[in-house]
């Protein structure tokens, strides 16, 4: 017990277990064993220790551990069949055929065949005893046992024998053998596998004759491949044999033997597969015809022979798969031509065949000679929106406008809002109700974008303008004319207008003033323009001209529409400032901020600042009405004045009419517009001015007014 104790505080616990083995203690092995090995060492220790006892004892012992089918099968596995042999008779003899099969095995492997049979057969199992004699070519041997104790695999033992007689090119005896295990069709197969057909042939005649065209067409196949002259001219030279003997069945079947395996010389294969239906029509009529047709066709088709299978069709009045054929192979004259003469009901079809073919070439101009819209949509397909367009102006303006539509959306929604408004400056906005999303949507994307309020943004403005000008034109022409859609565009043409105009009046000092005029009178359009960005720039182009108390009003009102964006609710705007006026309440909410963080906080430390100082007061100027003076509509009499069309302030006194009823302008913002325009000789108020000229009618007198 000491030396178990050092031995296992030094981890040597398996010297341990050795030392009591040599001992004979056992039980004290078997302890160590199953503490410091586990189960695999425990039952390792207890099948040695059953072994050292042997007999019943050891029954006894391998029944206490619940080990004796698992000691059964290691002692078989590792050759202790005496072990194994010892303890299935005494407890397991179920356990007998499995060990006797495991010794045999085994006994195979050491070459001990005599002792190794004994085991097969003690086993049960007298085939693989039968087995291990044919792989060792012991056929007296293997017959003996096969004979005697399993009659089955004789024939096996004969088919082995054959086998090797075969492989020693013992062809008769290899024959006879397989005769006697009766399995003729085997002797056929080794006969073809050594090319002697002769003798495959013979014995498929005496025993299998139902096999003999098979083995006989077999024949043939292997001459023609191996043909000197020519698999196409052996098969066509056999089946003028056949016609010339009669024989038009054997003909047929002679041509359609041949195909692309045995010749690349695609003449010689039509030459053969239409022989093969010439003469089925001839001879058997239109059914034998139909079915030699449908095996030639395809072929003919594979080897691009697609007029003579359309002929081959046509025989047997096969139109569609002949007009199907002449398409495939591209000539779409002639389908065209057996369709017209045949069944002109095929016309169309053929037509839309075309039309595909042409798309899926991607052949554009061809397909335009057929199907201009198809070319169109080819083209949208593609992406080639300018040759598109170019095609669909040469077939109209109601074709052009759906595909300046379509590549308007394309443009939008890849961000492009820009040149989707060029497209309408450039082909006209027709007043359709399909495009009117597509014009909101410029609209809106446009006046919500930011650095366009500099003089640099005059030509998207006046794009914009133009657009919307040439929208409203056509709408009042149309069936929606006077429809709230209408009204909002001209509102939105009125919007585009006032920011050409201050983008023109911002690169000219001189007109300062009139910027912050055109901003203020902006905001009586927030529910077009973005709220927070209206009161921005209207407070900043105040501020610029010192008209502090506006400017103090409108980024106050700036920074509290910058809350509720953050709050997302106009609820807790205070509106005071803007009672009896007409600048809107109820107003879009923007779902973003127009301007970054950075400008936002200097926007909260000028009011800050200016809300400290005593002279700026917290109210918007009255006019002459008693009135906020941007505002159209009068306090009290609720009279509405028109917008100037320079600075969208209303009309009161001094105005000038234009010819096209409810347009007029301040005189004095007119007379000064027109002024700083020659004195900078500015091209964008030469701009602006035109288009008054248009929108409004030519003005009254354009020389300077000053009375």
């Not at 005893?129 to 003996?144: G, I, K, P």
């Not at 003089?455 to 794009?463: L, N, S, T």
């Not at 919307?468 to 939105?492: G, I, T």
């Amino acid at each position: 017990r000491q030396a178990e104790h050092h031995l296992s505080e030094a981890g040597d616990w398996k010297t341990a277990i050795n030392m009591y083995r040599a001992n004979d203690l056992w039980d004290d092995a078997y302890r160590v064993a199953k503490s410091n090995g586990g189960p695999a060492a425990s039952k390792q220790v207890a099948y040695l220790w059953a072994k050292n006892l042997g007999g019943d004892s050891a029954v006894k012992l391998l029944t206490k551990f619940g080990l004796l089918e698992a000691a059964i099968d290691y002692a078989a596995e590792n050759s202790a069949f005496e072990f194994a042999f010892d303890l299935a008779k005494t407890a397991m003899k179920e356990k007998m055929p499995e060990i006797h099969l495991k010794h045999a095995m085994f006994l195979e492997d050491e070459g001990s065949y005599a002792e190794a049979e004994k085991e097969f057969i003690s086993a049960c199992k007298p085939k693989e005893a039968v087995l291990m004699y044919v792989h060792n070519r012991d056929w007296d041997a293997a017959q003996r046992v096969a004979e005697t104790h399993d009659a089955d695999s004789v024939s096996d033992v004969l088919v082995g024998q054959a086998r090797f007689a075969f492989e020693q090119k013992n062809y008769q005896k290899a024959e006879s053998y397989l005769l006697r295990a009766q399995r003729p069709e085997l002797a056929v197969n080794f006969y073809k596998e050594a090319a002697m057909w002769s003798d495959a042939l013979r014995v498929c005649k005496e025993y299998i004759p139902n096999k003999v065209s098979e083995v006989q067409s077999e024949y043939e196949q292997e001459v023609l491949s191996k043909s000197e002259h020519g698999a196409a001219g052996t098969v066509i030279d056999q089946g003028r044999e056949w016609e010339q003997a009669g024989e038009h069945l054997h003909a047929i079947d002679t041509y359609l033997r041949v195909t692309s395996t045995y010749t690349d010389d695609v003449d010689k294969l039509e030459e053969c597969w239409t022989r093969a239906t010439d003469i089925a029509f001839k001879f058997f009529g239109m059914e034998k015809a139909l079915e030699v047709t449908e095996i030639v066709a395809p072929r003919l088709i594979e080897i691009k022979k697609y007029n003579t299978a359309a002929e081959c069709y046509l025989n047997v009045e096969m139109t569609k798969e002949a007009i199907d054929v002449l398409m495939l192979g591209e000539e779409w004259n002639k389908a065209r031509r057996i369709a017209k003469d045949i069944d002109p009901t095929m016309l169309t079809y053929v037509e839309e065949e075309y039309k595909t073919y042409l798309k899926n070439q991607g052949q554009v101009e061809s397909l335009a000679g057929v199907d201009v819209i198809a070319a169109l949509d080819m083209y949208v397909e593609r992406g080639q929106w300018e040759k598109c367009l170019q095609k669909a102006e040469q077939q109209g303006y109601k074709i052009l406008e759906k595909y300046v539509a379509l590549y308007a959306s394309h443009l939008i929604k890849e961000g492009s809002t820009l040149k989707a408004l060029e497209l309408y400056v450039k082909h006209g906005a027709p007043p359709n109700p399909q495009n009117f999303n597509i014009y909101k949507r410029i609209v809106a994307e446009v006046i919500a974008a930011v650095d366009l309020d500099n003089p640099d943004g005059f030509r998207i403005w006046g794009h914009l303008r133009d657009m919307l000008y040439d929208l409203c034109e056509n709408v009042e022409k149309s069936s929606e004319s006077q429809s709230p859609d209408h009204e909002q565009f001209e509102n939105m043409l009125l919007v585009a207008h006032y920011y050409s105009v201050r983008t023109a009046a911002t690169a000219v000092s001189q007109l300062d003033e009139m910027a912050a005029k055109i901003s203020t009178a902006l905001l009586r359009y927030t529910d077009v323009i973005p709220a927070d960005k209206g009161f921005y720039e209207a407070g900043v182009h105040c501020r610029n001209v010192g008209w502090d108390n506006m400017a103090f009003v409108f980024l106050n009102r700036f920074l509290d529409l910058c809350e509720a964006i953050e709050e997302g609710s106009l609820d807790t705007l205070d509106n005071t400032d803007f009672q009896q006026t007409d600048i809107p309440f109820e107003v879009p909410l923007p779902d973003r901020h127009h301007l970054p963080e950075q400008t936002r906080e200097e926007v909260r430390e000028w009011v800050l600042a200016v809300s400290m100082d005593q002279k700026v007061e917290q109210e918007l100027p009255l006019d002459e009405r008693d009135t906020y003076v941007a505002s159209l509509v009068a306090v009290g009499t609720g009279i509405r004045s028109l917008p100037c069309v320079i600075s969208g302030y209303p009309v009161l006194r001094n105005k000038m009419e234009f010819k096209k009823p409810g347009k007029s302008s301040n005189k004095e913002d007119w007379n000064k517009f027109i002024m700083s325009t020659k004195m900078s000789s500015s091209q964008e108020c030469q701009d602006v001015l035109r288009f008054i000229g248009q929108w409004c009618g030519a003005a009254p007198n354009l020389n300077l007014s000053f009375n």
